[in-house]
């Protein structure tokens, strides 16, 4: 299998142009009940392509992306390293090379699911200061909310390559254990993609768990991504519909 930090090397540009951004509804919910403001420092583990920074720059935030991938670090890079609050870090949630009691929150968007959760505890309760956050959080695609999604998540059982190996449910016993002994709270907000036919094609290929080009069942998914378009859309359109989940709490 593919180590985590390798999985998405070869999926960056789709990744950058087709995966979901996170709703500024975020910002409103840790600035009223965890006290984030525009001079918090937020250390943003797993960054990837920088989505989840970039809410936190918009914020005003300095933001120390950490990631361990160079493909989607320097993707990262391109757009925001000329926001002044942009530090890109060359780390991983079990060695962020960030300074001790340094950071006021810890991030993890889309990432936290590839950690060693006992390592990384340690390494987020290091860098953050006395009182300080940490917020897990996912955009989750919902799979039955429409025709549309039902077919695309049978789409992905039959192609992906090991999709329900690695399929993000939420194993909230671990995040609770992650947590522990102090309580998380939750928190979900809706988020959407309107994609037409070459968005769908890239957001599918965006994912680590489908075939690639040189896979005999590439161009077959591709047909069978086409149909489920043209069966489900609507002026030229289908609707990727999430649920934007937040978990947060001190460690």
Known sequence: MIKPVDRFSDRVENYVKYRPGYPHAII????TECGLTPESIVADIGS??????????????RVLAVEP??????????????????????????ATTINSNSV??????????????????????????????????????KLE??????????LLLEFGTDYQDVR?????????????????????????????????????????YTPQPDSPRFEPMLKEIEQIFFRNQRDGLVSFDYETKVYYGHL
């Open 28 to 31: 409103s919910l840790l600035h």
């Open 48 to 61: 990837g392509t920088g989505k989840l920074s970039e809410l936190f720059l918009n914020n005003g935030n």
């Open 69 to 94: 991938n160079e493909p989607m670090r320097v993707a990262g890079e391109k757009p925001l390293n000329t926001r002044q609050n942009f530090v890109s870090v060359n780390g991983t949630s079990e």
């Open 104 to 141: 006021d929150f810890v991030t993890a968007g889309q990432a936290f699911h590839w950690f060693d959760p006992v390592a990384t505890r340690l390494e987020f309760a290091r860098i953050l200061r006395p009182g300080g956050w940490t917020a897990l959080i996912w955009n989750d695609r």
């Open 145 to 154: 909310a429409t025709a549309f999604l039902k077919e695309y998540e049978k």
């Open 168 to 208: 993000n449910d939420k194993d909230l016993t671990a995040i609770a254990r992650f947590f522990a002994p102090t309580s998380y709270l939750y928190k979900s907000f809706p988020n959407r993609q309107l994609f037409d036919l070459e968005g769908l094609r890239g957001r599918v290929l965006s994912s680590s």
